[in-house]
């Protein structure tokens, strides 16, 4: 497969046209500052996301573990059975969220909502 001219110059252009959306819109990930701990819908904790801490709340199936460190959160133990939820890994951008369904925890990350494009239809 060879490239001929007009095929380099689109690229080129394609390229420098994604740049610039990146550029104007940015990336679309802001930082967050809190970290809420929902137990079966209802806020049971919030705390700021720069303080490092491990927190232990109580699920229907048990205790659940929540790391907060370096500005990021994750579950870490959970009583449930296919552990998901651990293996999601660590959060940090508003908006964001790690979930462990059967004991129906949920951590959220709060902060400013984040900008720019989420989808171009057309």
Known sequence: ???????KILLVLLVLFNAGLFYYF????????WVVIQVAEKKVARFPLMSDRVIQV??????????ISQGRARIVR???KLKVCIKSGYI????RLSACLPNKVV????GESQRGLD????
């Open 1 to 7: 497969m060879s490239f001929n001219r007009g095929d």
């Open 26 to 33: 940015g990336t679309g990930f802001n930082k967050g500052d």
């Open 58 to 67: 109580q699920g229907p199936l048990g205790a659940t573990e929540v790391e």
């Open 78 to 80: 959970s009583p449930c």
């Open 92 to 95: 940090q951008y508003a908006d």
């Open 107 to 110: 951590v959220r990350i709060e």
């Open 119 to 122: 989808a171009v239809v057309g």
